[in-house]
């Protein structure tokens, strides 16, 4: 993906960082992806280019939505999108840490559509040789990890998203001696801090949304990463349902274990992450003596970086 095309998207994420920040704080989760997500459409429409939405905002949220199939920008070379006009939700409306803008661009038709129920899914900055796997034990995992970075497994520090169905699953990491790190919301960003060594998080586990499996996977395979998912519609209240509708419109195996390969089939994509509030990753969008300054994170497979962007407007 050229370098002026991923600076394009990146202010797409800046703009709609900064129309959510306007809601930090306040307590109304959907006026802030409301902001978000018009400020993006808008800023999309902007750009000469042909994109086209395969991961829009999920459904759960009962928020306005860049909807699966939507036509963004005015003419040109064709790329498919996923986003997150605000990952983090409820870390914007209640100003906690590491809400983002979150963006996957890669060439059209790399991008999977992902049915919009649960994934189980497992992230790192390195598959181990081989070792991870998404139908490993905890066990297995956790001391993989272990061995590729050579720490004692007492250092090991897997981040996992706190709910209820990751009871065993905690019990499972902590029985090993290894480490865990609770996040209440944040599902991309819990994958993609695995590939930031600032981070500290060197394993992510657990389930969540499968678009968010797609987002994450993008970044961690542009910057050679790993990540592998599964699929688990008895997670979901409408889970046979949404299974009915995917088996109708499968190009996979909805039982098998998702490869890297089979979520982005490009080598050729970039992640954008903006900060709506402060994080981990990247700082939030702050505001004073007449600027609006934004803090970034770009992987991109086209030179396998990550790069951290501040940019700093008039207001």
Same mark, same amino acid.
């Given at each position: ?106 060439? +059209? ?21 081989? +070792? ?41 990491? +902590? ?70 509708? !995917? ?17 982005? +089939? ?34 991109? !497979? ?14």
């Amino acid at each position: 993906m050229q370098q002026t095309r991923i600076m394009e998207i990146l202010k797409v994420a800046e703009l709609a960082a900064i129309a959510a920040s306007e809601w930090n704080g306040r307590g109304d989760k959907v006026a802030a992806d409301q902001a978000a997500t018009t400020a993006m459409r808008n800023a999309f429409n902007d750009i000469e280019f042909s994109g086209r939405i395969v991961i829009g905002e999920g459904e759960r949220d009962e928020a306005p939505m860049l909807f699966i199939g939507e036509e963004l920008g005015k003419g040109g070379e064709e790329i498919d999108i996923a986003v997150d006009p605000l990952e983090g939700t409820n870390l914007c409306a209640y100003n906690r840490a590491n809400s983002l803008t979150t963006i996957a661009i890669a060439p +059209r038709g790399a991008l999977l559509y992902a049915p919009d129920t649960y994934m189980w899914k497992i992230a790192a900055a390195t598959d181990c040789g081989g +070792r991870l796997h998404i139908d490993n034990t905890p066990e297995e995992n956790v001391r993989a990890i272990a061995d590729e970075l050579g720490k004692p497994i007492e250092d090991v520090n897997v981040l996992v998203l706190k709910r209820g169905r990751h009871d065993k699953l905690i019990e499972a990491i +902590r029985s090993t001696g290894a480490r865990v790190s609770l996040i209440d919301d944040g599902d991309v960003y819990g994958a993609i801090a695995t590939a930031i060594p600032h981070t500290g998080i060197d394993l992510y586990m657990g389930s969540g949304g499968s678009p968010e499996g797609v987002l994450a996977c993008t970044g961690l395979k542009a910057i050679g990463g790993f990540f592998m998912g599964k699929l688990d519609f008895t997670l979901d209240r409408d889970g046979e349902a949404k299974r009915a509708r !995917a088996e109708k419109m499968a190009e996979i195996d909805l039982d098998a274990p998702l490869t890297m390969d089979i979520l982005v +089939r490009s080598d050729d994509a970039a992640f954008i992450a903006c900060g709506v509030t402060d994080g981990d990753m990247v700082h939030g969008v702050r505001k004073g003596n007449g600027t609006i300054a934004t803090e970034s994170v770009i992987m991109s !497979a086209s030179d396998k970086t990550t790069r951290f962007v501040r940019t700093i407007r008039r207001a």
